[in-house]
C-alpha cells in the first residue's frame, strides 16, 4: 500500500511563495499521473494542478502563472511551488497520486493573510 506525506504548508503574507512537497512511502517507478488540490473553508475540493508522466503539466485558471507542479520520478516524489500567493488561496492542500490506485496525501494547511 503506497502512503504519501506531505509537508511546506504554512501562514505566508500575500504575494508570498510556499513549496508543498508530497512524497511517496515507496518505489513508484515513475508511473501515473500526479495532482495537488486544494479545499477552501466551506468549498468543495478543486484540483488545482496535475502532471503527467511525460511531465506535461495542467492548471486551473485561478493559479494558472503563479503556481508550478513538478514531479522527481527517482524520489517518488511531486512539488507544487506557489508563487504571489493570494488570500483566495488559502485552504487545506492534498496531494494525489493515479496510478495502480488513487492515492491521497493527509492535507497541510496553506493560510495567506497579512
Known amino acids: 500500500q503506497v502512503h504519501l506525506v506531505e509537508s511546506g504548508g504554512g501562514l505566508v503574507q500575500p504575494g508570498g511563495s510556499l513549496r508543498l512537497s508530497c512524497v511517496a512511502s515507496t518505489y513508484l517507478r515513475g508511473i501515473g499521473e500526479w495532482a495537488w488540490h486544494r479545499q477552501a473553508p466551506g468549498k468543495q475540493r478543486e484540483r488545482v494542478?496535475?502532471?503527467?508522466?511525460?511531465?506535461?503539466?495542467t492548471y486551473i485558471g485561478a493559479v494558472k502563472g503563479r503556481f508550478t507542479i513538478s514531479r522527481d520520478d527517482d524520489k517518488s516524489a511531486a512539488y507544487l511551488q506557489m508563487d504571489n500567493l493570494k488570500p483566495d488561496d488559502t485552504g487545506v492542500y492534498y496531494c494525489?497520486?493515479?496510478?495502480?490506485?488513487?492515492?491521497w496525501g493527509q492535507g497541510t494547511q496553506v493560510t495567506v493573510s497579512s
Open positions: 494542478a496535475l502532471i503527467d508522466p511525460d511531465g506535461t503539466a
Open positions: 494525489n497520486w493515479l496510478g495502480a490506485m488513487n492515492t
